[in-house]
C-alpha cells in the first residue's frame, strides 16, 4: 500500500520559505512518557519531529487568537 502525503498550498509556502531561512538547533528537555508518546505520535503521521511541534505550535498561536 502507497501512502500519499497532503499539503495545503500554505503548507507548501511555508515550506518553500523555511528552506531559505537558516535552521538552529532547539535543545529543552522533556519527560520521557512525553518525549516517547510526541515520537510515536510523529511518525503514526509520517512527520518529522520538528514538523510536529511547527504544526502544534501554528495550532497553538491559531487558538490565541480566536
Avoid: G, H
Avoid at 532547539?26 to 510523529?42: G, H
Amino acid at each position: 500500500m502507497i501512502m500519499v502525503k497532503t499539503v495545503s498550498k500554505q503548507q507548501d509556502n511555508e515550506a518553500v520559505q523555511e528552506e531559505k531561512e537558516e535552521l538552529i538547533p532547539l535543545q529543552f528537555k522533556m519527560p520521557r512518557s512525553w518525549v516517547r508518546e510526541f515520537k510515536l505520535t510523529a511518525a503514526d503521521k509520517e512527520m518529522k519531529l520538528n514538523e510536529l511541534l511547527k504544526e502544534c505550535f501554528s495550532e497553538y498561536l491559531k487558538a490565541l487568537n480566536k
